[in-house]
Structure formats: structure tokens, C-alpha cells
């Protein structure tokens, strides 16, 4: 049985096609194209919640909070994606002029699906930590309470925590903020049977 070779692309030719399209998203590593689909109302509401957050805290700072259309670039890995919320500090980097595609943050946010979990923790995870400005990077279940803060320790090694508590205390330290579990799962609501704890 023979399978069919997937057709390569140039990062060039995938942001120019990226850059003209109008209703999809798609994510670019070495050479492959991925389209995204539609995010659940769980995922979308989480993502608010924890950019609304972010951007409460970091109003008078030098961080700015994006959400999941700005493009980041992580060109160590040959790899383009749209991070579900991004918090840079300082003067953003752009690739060029246009400002549409960013090449550092401080902070990346993925919320979890059943359908990108495993890569939102393995190779996506592995992409970022090419960014050489990231220092936080948060997983987001959207089907139980729980969140996995990852921080980049000083000899460049990534330290796991684990939060599941609705009362949980989650220190982001590079942008000097502090979320509650609580908050960032705000207005979810789980299925009958579910205790998350809220």
C-alpha cells in the first residue's frame, strides 16, 4: 500500500497564502500546513477569561496580552502557530513590517481538546521552548478544572506545576502577576456529574 507524499511548503508561501486568506487559520511546521478548526465555547470562554485576567494585572505594565489571532513565528523550529492567549513584555518583535506575525513572548496559554492535547504537550511544547524570551507556558483543560504551569528555570530546565484546586494561588512571576484557578474557569460549567470544584 503506497501513501501519498504531503506537499512541502516554503514558510514564505504559507504566510503569503496565510496572509490572503479570510475565513482559516492554519499552523506551519517545517514545511507543513495544519488547519485549525473551530474551538468549542469551554475553549473560547477560558481563553477570554485568562486574557481578560492577564490584561487586568498588566494594564499600567510593559506586558501586553494577545489573544488567538496573533501569529508567532518560532523560527529555531521552523514553525508558525496561534497560540491561544500570548503576554509579551517590552517592545514586541515582528518578523517584518506588516506586524502580524510576532517572534518572542513571555508567556504562552494552550486550552486543551481531547483532539490537541497530546501535541498541545509534547511537540508544540517542544516548539515553543525555542523561543528564546518564553518563560511561562500554561495548559488548560477545558473538560475538568486543571492547569499545568510550566516555567523555564535559570540552566534553561522546565519546571512543572500542577494546579486542580478552584482556589489555587498560580504565580506568573515573569509578568509579575498571580491568577486564581477560580477565575480562569469563570462562568464554565462542567457536565451533570462533574465536580470540579468551583
Same mark, same amino acid.
Given at each position: 500500500? +503506497?501513501?501519498?507524499?504531503?506537499?512541502?511548503? +516554503?514558510?514564505?508561501?504559507?504566510?503569503?497564502?496565510?496572509?490572503?486568506?479570510?475565513?482559516?487559520? %492554519?499552523?506551519?511546521?517545517?514545511?507543513?500546513?495544519?488547519?485549525?478548526?473551530?474551538?468549542?465555547? %469551554?475553549?473560547?470562554?477560558?481563553?477570554?477569561?485568562?486574557? $481578560?485576567?492577564?490584561?487586568?494585572?498588566?494594564?499600567?505594565?510593559?506586558? +501586553?496580552?494577545?489573544? +488567538?489571532?496573533? @501569529? /508567532? *513565528?518560532?523560527?529555531?523550529?521552523?514553525?508558525?502557530?496561534?497560540?491561544?492567549?500570548?503576554?509579551?513584555?517590552?517592545?514586541?518583535?515582528?518578523?517584518?513590517?506588516?506586524?502580524?506575525?510576532?517572534?518572542? !513572548?513571555?508567556?504562552?496559554?494552550?486550552?486543551?481538546?481531547?483532539?490537541?492535547?497530546?501535541?498541545?504537550?509534547?511537540?508544540?511544547?517542544? /516548539?515553543? *521552548?525555542?523561543?528564546?524570551?518564553?518563560?511561562?507556558?500554561?495548559?488548560?483543560?477545558?473538560? *475538568?478544572? !486543571?492547569?499545568?504551569?510550566?516555567? @523555564?528555570?535559570?540552566?534553561? @530546565?522546565?519546571?512543572?506545576?500542577?494546579?486542580?484546586?478552584?482556589?489555587?494561588?498560580?504565580?506568573?512571576?515573569?509578568?509579575?502577576?498571580?491568577?486564581?484557578? $477560580?477565575?480562569?474557569?469563570?462562568?464554565?460549567?462542567?457536565?451533570?456529574?462533574?465536580?470540579?470544584?468551583?
Amino acid at each position: 500500500m +503506497s501513501t501519498q507524499p504531503k506537499p512541502y511548503y +516554503s514558510f514564505e508561501d504559507y504566510l503569503a497564502a496565510e496572509r490572503a486568506a479570510t475565513d482559516t487559520k %492554519h499552523e506551519y511546521v517545517v514545511g507543513q500546513v495544519f488547519a485549525m478548526v473551530g474551538a468549542t465555547y %469551554h475553549h473560547n470562554l477560558i481563553a477570554a477569561n485568562l486574557a $481578560r485576567k492577564l490584561g487586568n494585572q498588566l494594564e499600567s505594565s510593559r506586558c +501586553s496580552v494577545l489573544a +488567538s489571532d496573533m @501569529r /508567532l *513565528r518560532i523560527e529555531t523550529a521552523d514553525a508558525c502557530a496561534y497560540p491561544d492567549v500570548v503576554v509579551l513584555c517590552g517592545e514586541p518583535a515582528f518578523l517584518d513590517p506588516r506586524k502580524d506575525v510576532l517572534t518572542d !513572548a513571555t508567556l504562552v496559554a494552550e486550552v486543551l481538546s481531547p483532539s490537541t492535547e497530546g501535541y498541545d504537550r509534547g511537540e508544540k511544547f517542544a /516548539l515553543y *521552548r525555542g523561543l528564546p524570551g518564553l518563560q511561562h507556558y500554561l495548559l488548560i483543560a477545558q473538560d *475538568r478544572l !486543571a492547569l499545568d504551569l510550566f516555567t @523555564r528555570q535559570p540552566d534553561d @530546565r522546565w519546571l512543572l506545576d500542577a494546579y486542580t484546586d478552584a482556589d489555587a494561588q498560580i504565580p506568573l512571576e515573569a509578568i509579575g502577576c498571580t491568577l486564581r484557578l $477560580r477565575e480562569v474557569y469563570d462562568k464554565v460549567s462542567f457536565a451533570p456529574g462533574d465536580d470540579p470544584g468551583l
